[in-house]
């Protein structure tokens, strides 16, 4: 091919310097495009061969550079990407100073491959359309087939995939938005650029689950169109469920019930499940937060305490209470009064009625004394129990306890809890014991002491102005003091008075018997003073 081109250049130029004489010599321009068939070096290619008619149509006389410019006057497709930059001839190397000749050689014959197309060799990357992942497997004639030229092959997706698109085009036409040249199924769709972004679980859904038979449009959004079997509240909480849960897992909600309302959840609270408190949705019947209006039910008070609980109650348990009334009141709760119950004391509602803090108030009732010793019980008695120890000092009374007394009860001496007023001689709390029977008075003092009726000690020589002697030593009380009085004791003091029985002289001496006899005998008188 080269050595013929050789020998055609050689005769073109001897031919064409033969042509510039002929016509300089005769001026036929008629003659001259005869004689430009004569010397053309060889025959155009098919698609061409019209052309030969006129050398005109692609070589102006003494000017190579216009040849390229006539060529794209035809081929105003090439001239387009050359001008734009695109397409194959706009991507080669410096587009703009190549000639078409370059590649494509002309005048060597009806069957020369003008094109000079090599498709092992062909650089697709050069192209609008470079070949990428699958493309670069594929067969040329699966895009180019033989009666399209290059430059008509298809370069969008559902072009060629439209029997492979499983959308049914409810997608649209840009398949490289959502898929990549590697395989249809990397899908690179971005739902964050959707009006519903995939967070938490959702990403790992497949989206036939959401888009059942390639349904993409009008998609439902809300929670329970795809969630209304898993809504364990069965719809009393609306249909936004996001509201509380996440897309992370319905266990694991969003919502905080600490930070997003003004009732914070704490201890047993925050055990509770949601529907124990909200029977309703939430959102459009709002509770009310003190704890009565979920609680009165389980008020023990019914009420009487009013409603505010949790001055008493902490959010753990009814019981303990956290109220404590020796710190948080004026009233220290001791002994009986720490076990007594509320009511005990709170006839009415503590926020109404505050009791007062003396013992009578309260233990008027229990007062065994009607009043008798004044509302001061303190006193004598403490918060452990009426009738346990007692406090009174009797020692500060005009009566001190000395002896028994101070072990005896007092119920011994004070019958009926009457204290004021009571008998303080031995006489009255111990007629029964009185072996005397009221002789001697009611001044038991005199000779007994509060150790026990048996220690008694009675000097009648000093005690009385009629000393004991003689016989009269040894007599029992009884044998003089035989009636009983209840002032001072009158007995006589002159044998007479006592041995009147005795006198054998039938009062005919008197009664100065001591003239005669002594107080050891009645015999053995002595005589006469």
């Known amino acids: 091919m080269s050595s013929t081109r050789a020998r055609w250049r050689t005769s073109w130029s001897l031919a064409g310097r033969l042509a510039v004489a002929l016509l300089a010599m005769s001026g036929a321009r008629a003659f001259a495009g005869d004689l430009e068939r004569l010397v053309m070096p060889g025959p155009l290619a098919t698609a061409h061969a019209d052309l030969e008619k006129d050398c005109g149509n692609c070589h102006q006389p003494f000017d190579r550079t216009s040849q390229r410019v006539l060529c794209l006057e035809c081929h105003e497709e090439v001239a387009a990407d050359l001008s734009a930059t695109r397409g194959f001839h706009g991507r080669l190397p410096q587009p703009k100073e190549l000639d078409c000749k370059s590649c494509h050689t002309e005048h060597a014959g009806r069957n020369a491959d003008i094109v000079g197309l090599q498709r092992d060799a062909f650089l697709h990357q050069r192209t609008d359309f470079p070949l990428e992942g699958a493309h670069?497997?594929?067969?040329?004639?699966?895009c180019h087939p033989e009666t399209k030229k290059f430059?008509?092959?298809p370069s969008d997706c559902v072009d060629c995939h439209a029997e492979d698109e499983p959308h049914q085009g409810r997608l649209g036409t840009r398949c490289g938005d959502c898929h990549d040249v590697t395989s249809w199924r990397s899908a690179r769709f971005d739902h964050a650029e959707t009006k519903f972004p995939l967070v938490g679980r959702h990403q790992k859904?497949?989206?036939?689950?959401?888009?059942?038979?390639?349904?993409?449009?009008?998609?439902?959004?809300?929670?329970?169109?795809?969630?209304?079997?898993?809504?364990?509240?069965?719809?009393?909480?609306?249909?936004?469920?996001?509201?509380?849960?996440?897309?992370?897992?319905w266990q694991k909600g969003d919502f905080d019930h600490d930070r997003d309302t003004r009732f914070p959840l704490r201890e047993a609270h925050g055990r509770a499940e949601c529907q124990d408190c909200h029977r309703n949705d939430p959102r459009t019947d709002k509770l009310k937060t003190d704890c009565l209006s979920c609680h009165s039910s389980d008020d023990a008070h019914r009420g009487r305490n009013g409603p505010s609980c949790e001055k008493c109650h902490g959010t753990n348990a009814w019981k303990p209470s956290t109220f404590e009334h020796d710190r948080d009141t004026k009233f220290s709760l001791r002994g009986g009064h720490r076990d007594a119950t509320c009511e005990s004391c709170h006839a009415k509602p503590p926020f109404e009625e505050k009791p007062k803090r003396d013992c009578y108030s309260c233990h008027e009732k229990d007062d065994v004394h009607d009043g008798g010793q004044g509302q001061d019980c303190g006193r004598c008695h403490d918060?452990?129990?009426?009738?346990?120890?007692?406090?009174?000092d009797h020692e500060l009374t005009r009566f001190p306890l000395l002896g028994i007394h101070a072990v005896t009860a007092c119920e011994e001496c004070h019958s009926g809890h009457v204290f004021r007023g009571t008998e303080r001689s031995c006489a009255v709390c111990h007629v029964d014991e009185d072996a005397h029977r009221g002789s001697l008075g009611p001044h038991c003092e005199r000779c007994h002491n509060p150790n026990g009726w048996p220690l008694w000690e009675f000097d009648h020589e000093f005690e009385t102005d009629f000393p004991l002697r003689g016989r009269h030593e040894g007599l029992s009380c009884a044998a003089c003091h035989q009636t009983a009085v209840h002032g001072a004791i009158q007995l006589p003091k002159d044998c007479q008075g006592c041995h009147q029985r005795d006198d054998a002289h039938r009062g005919a001496f008197g009664r100065d018997c001591g003239r005669c006899h002594s107080e050891n005998s009645w015999s053995g008188a002595l005589r006469m003073r």
Do not use: I
């Open 205 to 249: 859904v497949e989206c036939q689950l959401c888009h059942p038979n390639e349904r993409y449009q009008d998609t439902p959004m809300a929670c329970a169109s795809c969630h209304q079997l898993d809504d364990v509240h069965r719809g009393s909480f609306g249909s936004d469920c996001g509201g509380c849960h996440s897309p992370r897992g």
């Open 136 to 142: 670069t497997r594929a067969r040329c004639a699966s």
């Open 151 to 153: 430059r008509e092959a």
């Open 383 to 392: 918060e452990r129990s009426w009738t346990g120890q007692v406090r009174f």
